[in-house]
């Protein structure tokens, strides 16, 4: 791979202040100056459009197309909300770059605002991030001082936006963005039924846009560099392919779990998991060898040992039966561990952080939590197996059988577990070997 040269971990790298003074000395707000002096709204969304930018939130929908989704001509409010929830486990790209750099993330906000005509937008940050949340007020209050913010906000008549922070309760459900717009109307998080789409009626019954910090972090660049700079960095589409619009860009990687050097990297869309690894983990820790990799965050699946030349785009997780690249957040495991241990652990997080609307969800994360504690306390039968694949195929929006995305989340690291390591849940059956592990009147239950 060509030497790549950081853009979003710019100045983080270097340990720059987070000053708004300090931000402006090195180009920070030469975008939104670009924007309101040069370009109208429309324009700024076409940039992003054909830049191909993709939501880094987990979905990975095509930005500037999810802006078009607005109603034409609608008298407003229209509103911006921003996920800065980042419950995903392992993940942690969102807080390195509030905490770290918060003017990048605002001059995002105040960008993707201007492109969709937002007059508010609301920072929905997790409770726990503290220090995240501390540092954009500061960010947000340094704006208001300095005209970036408020009323005619660079001397542009018709150009007002007032950015709000909401923190969140830690709910790992406020990542999906009804979800999350209902949290922020002060109700329980239940996820929508859709249609309407947010963009039709979402915050308040309103227009709304939800993106992601590294999402509207990116558009910053965008704007100041072009779309053609964003295009020669990461992965094309595919030609044989038409629902492919490739994977353009730079990408904040998280790496942890058993690697000497845990960390989030920005590199381009596209580096093979082996790569990430080996050249920027450092190796796996204590000289061992690799079992299994989660490529995006639990909800993704697994890789095998086997399978770590696969790239990490938006496409290349999918062709070896994971969910998708989700956010990035790459987690290994070593040769030394128990799968029964991690697939236990993993059901408990999302029978815990299911919302309980659907019942395909609520029952079934709670099925296959009782069933894998039961091969984990040695008294698993072999068609458990069977039956957790068909519990993990059959829960879902892609099945057709909730409304949000948890169900697969919580499906798919369970029947990949399955089918790929199969053989070490069936001589763990065989065994009926009782793992040291806490007990499940310890998660609550």
């Not at 990799?293 to 997780?317: C, K, N, Q």
Request: glycine letters at 12%; hydrophobic letters at 40%.
């Amino acid at each position: 791979m060509a030497e790549f040269e950081p853009v979003l971990l710019r100045r983080i790298l270097r340990k720059a202040s987070v000053s708004l003074d300090a931000y402006r000395a090195d180009g920070g707000y030469r975008a939104l100056q670009k924007a309101v002096g040069e370009m109208t709204p429309e324009q700024v969304v076409d940039v992003v459009k054909a830049s191909g930018l993709r939501g880094r939130g987990g979905a990975g929908f095509p930005t500037g197309l999810k802006w078009t989704f607005l109603p034409k001509g609608h008298p407003g409010p229209i509103y911006m909300c921003i996920n800065a929830d980042e419950s995903e486990p392992c993940t942690f790209n969102n807080r390195i770059l509030m905490e770290e750099d918060p003017h990048q993330v605002l001059e995002g906000i105040i960008l993707s605002s201007y492109a969709v005509k937002a007059t508010v937008a609301y920072l929905y940050i997790r409770y726990e991030y503290g220090p995240a949340a501390r540092a954009m007020q500061q960010a947000i209050d340094e704006a208001y001082h300095a005209g970036l913010l408020g009323k005619n906000i660079l001397g542009k008549h018709d150009f007002h936006l007032d950015v709000y922070i909401h923190r969140g309760a830690g709910a790992y459900i406020c990542g999906e963005e009804t979800g999350l717009i209902e949290s922020l109307e002060g109700k329980r998080a239940w996820p929508r039924i859709k249609p309407p789409f947010p963009a039709v009626e979402g915050a308040f019954r309103k227009p709304t846009i939800v993106n992601n910090i590294e999402t509207v972090a990116c558009v910053t660049h965008i704007v100041d560099r072009g779309a053609d700079w964003f295009k020669s960095i990461g992965v094309p589409a595919d030609p044989n392919n038409p629902r492919d619009p490739g994977s353009y860009g730079p990408k904040l990687y998280c790496l942890s779990g058993h690697v000497n050097k845990p960390g989030v990297v920005e590199l381009p869309l596209g580096v093979t998991v082996r790569e990430l690894i080996d050249k920027h983990g450092g190796g796996v820790w204590k000289g061992r060898s690799v079992k299994a990799v989660i490529p995006g965050g639990l909800s993704m699946g697994f890789l095998t040992a086997d399978e770590l030349d696969t790239p990490l785009d938006f496409a290349g997780p999918g062709r070896v039966g994971c969910l998708g690249l989700g956010t990035a957040a790459v987690t290994v495991i070593d040769d030394q561990t128990n799968l029964v241990d991690v697939l236990y652990n993993i059901c408990r997080f999302f029978e815990h952080e299911s919302c309980g609307q659907c019942t395909p969800c609520r029952e079934g994360t709670g099925w296959m939590l009782k069933i894998v504690d039961r091969i984990r306390r040695g008294l698993g039968r072999k068609e458990d197996l069977d039956i957790l694949v068909e519990v993990g195929d059959r829960i879902g929006i892609m099945p057709g059988t909730t409304i949000c995305g948890l169900a697969d989340g919580a499906g798919w690291p369970v029947k990949t577990a399955i089918r790929k390591f199969r053989s070490e849940f069936e001589s763990y059956i065989r065994r009926g070997t009782k793992a040291v592990s806490l007990p499940l009147a310890a998660a609550g239950h």
